[in-house]
Structure formats: C-alpha cells, structure tokens
C-alpha cells in the first residue's frame, strides 16, 4: 500500500535551514506526483511545492519561491523539501502528499512534521 512519513521538523531560529524528508512507499514516480503543503494555526492548509510525476518538474508558492527546493531521490523513494532563510511564518505542521489521476484519483498524505520558526 502507499505510505509516506515524514521527518525533519524541529524548532529552528530565523535565517536557519531544515531539510524535511517524506519517506515514499507502494508507489512509482513515474506515475505520482509529490507535494509539500503545511498548515499553520487558524489557517487552511497551502501548498508549498510540488514534484510532478515523470520527468519531476517543480512548483512553488510565491512565500517560499528562492528560499525552499523540493528535489526526489528515486533510490532512495524519499522526496526532500529543503527550507533555507526560515521566517516565523513559516511556522506550520508540514504534510507530503502523493496524487495519481491516471485510473481514478488517488490521493495519499503522510502524518505531518512541526517546523517552529523563533524570531
């Protein structure tokens, strides 16, 4: 079955880094796209970036466009989210999510990682 788990979330200070890993199973990336969204207190859930299936084309919210990078490791079936120059409001329980329209819509999401950003 598909799963994903995420880790990486800790309490960092702004202008800090973190690298968050979704661990990926019961899937190929040729055929599922990947995306990071969060969601942080008293607010909807966002997406912050996503990998398309296949050739891996990103995308990124304009909040984080030049400071987070979202890169897979098919080896290693983990998708990474690399968050560099943290601000506060990046504060968020951050959640990777696996989608494939191809036969029917399939959608899969991890439990989430906290990131606390300290200003």
């Known amino acids: 079955e598909v799963q994903l788990v995420e880790s990486g979330g800790a309490l960092v200070q702004a202008g800090g880094s973190l690298r968050l890993s979704c661990r990926t199973s019961?899937?190929?990336?040729?055929?599922?796209?990947v995306g990071w969204f969060r969601q942080a207190p008293g607010k909807e859930r966002e997406g912050v970036a996503c990998?398309?299936?296949?050739?891996?084309?990103?995308y990124y919210a304009d909040s984080v466009k030049g400071r987070f990078t979202i890169s897979r490791d098919k080896a290693k079936n983990t998708v990474y989210l690399q968050m560099n120059n943290l601000k506060p409001e990046d504060t968020a329980v951050y959640y990777c999510?696996?989608?494939?329209?191809?036969?029917?819509?399939?959608?899969?999401w991890g439990q989430g990682t906290q990131v606390t950003v300290s200003s």
């Open positions: 999510k696996a989608a494939s329209y191809l036969n029917g819509d399939y959608e899969y």
């Open positions: 019961g899937f190929s990336y040729e055929h599922y796209a």
């Open positions: 990998i398309s299936s296949g050739l891996g084309d990103t």
